[in-house]
């Protein structure tokens, strides 16, 4: 599958470009709540039931909020995204969230793994409750083995949805989402819209466009057919691997624009897969040195007899046999090579 070489009608601005529709917050606390929230972590832990999650969340944040229902297998609800209702772009939160993503983008560049607790900014005019199920049908991809996530408010994984769908199969994805609002790599906001965005909506009376937003609400919400299958979606883990070390060690200059780093690293996990490595970790421990480390996959070629290519090469063969261990086996290739560099 060839990945679009630009964000699918996503425009990039300093801000989030809101059209004033309801505006909610989409939270990740997988790895703990932020810093706008003001609920005691403890406590959130020790609830009970969705009830009383749902009260401390909203207490914490002074607003309201709406929680996924517990999809099998189970999953702990105190990990699961949330959205919380904001008063728009006037409200103190709204302000405090902008500040957030982008700084949790600016250390995303200086560690690894990513951590993000702020995920996007969605505007819809659709009953909380039903954007909260759509979006947990979005999360969710059918296959024939147990239940497969996908870590949607990780803003690092939309994106790279938003260079992956097409344009009609995003808006269709997204339905009565209007808009979807992230803070992208490229350090700007960018947004994607869906069937129900004012610019896809052509009738002109309240009564039609209620209807209308009615039929959009109930196709479903999961991935189109033919996206959510495992393979593909392996890939797109690996080339966010890559992207995630690339942006970790400031290796991305030499192409500047968003849409062709995404493309640059989707070409390079295609070229690692096609060696035999089919490890996520592999396969961007290739991807990424292919696109950073000069003459890297020279190394790898027959007119290439060195002790380091013979090496590299070896470690390429052996990854292949041992799912997960290129990273380590070029690591000591690296270090070995500057040593014997080293006056």
């Avoid at 005691?40 to 009383?52: C, F, V």
């Avoid at 989707?266 to 991807?287: E, F, I, P």
Wanted: proline share 7%.
């Amino acid at each position: 599958m060839t990945a679009p070489l630009s964000f699918p009608g996503a425009a990039l601005s300093d801000v989030p470009a809101l059209s004033g529709l309801p505006l909610y917050a989409l939270i990740d606390p997988l790895l703990g709540e932020p810093q706008a929230c003001d609920a005691d972590p403890e406590s959130l832990i020790r609830a009970k039931t969705y009830g009383d999650l749902a009260a401390l969340r909203s207490s914490g944040w002074r607003r309201d909020v709406w929680l996924a229902d517990d999809p099998e297998p189970v999953v702990d609800a105190v990990g699961l995204p949330y959205l919380v209702r904001l008063s728009g772009k006037g409200d103190p939160k709204f302000l405090e969230l902008i500040q957030a993503a982008q700084t949790q983008a600016e250390l995303a560049r200086e560690q690894s793994p990513r951590i993000f607790s702020f995920g996007a900014f969605i505007e819809s005019d659709s009953d909380p409750n039903l954007l909260m199920q759509r979006l947990q049908r979005m999360w969710s991809f059918r296959v024939p083995r147990p239940a497969q996530y996908i870590r949607l408010a990780d803003p690092s994984v939309f994106e790279a949805f938003m260079h992956w769908l097409p344009v009609d199969q995003m808006r269709r994805w997204l339905g009565p989402i209007a808009a979807w609002h992230i803070y992208t790599r490229q350090g700007a906001w960018a947004a994607c819209l869906g069937a129900a965005a004012e610019q896809f909506i052509d009738e002109p009376e309240a009564y039609q466009r209620t209807q209308r937003l009615r039929r959009i609400e109930a196709l479903p919400g999961y991935l189109p057919d033919g996206i959510g299958h495992l393979p593909d979606l392996m890939l797109m883990s690996a080339v966010i691997r890559t992207l995630n070390e690339m942006e970790r060690l400031n290796e991305g200059s030499a192409l500047r624009d968003s849409a062709s780093l995404h493309e640059a690293a989707w070409q390079a996990v295609r070229r690692a897969r096609t060696l035999g490595l089919h490890d996520k970790a592999d396969l961007a421990a290739y991807a990424w040195r292919a696109l950073s480390v000069p003459g890297f996959e020279g190394q790898l070629s027959a007119s290439d007899t060195s002790s380091v290519k013979r090496q590299t090469a070896l470690a390429v063969r052996q990854a292949i046999s041992q799912a997960g261990t290129l990273e380590r086996r070029l690591s000591a290739i690296e270090i070995n090579q500057t040593e014997n560099e080293t006056p």
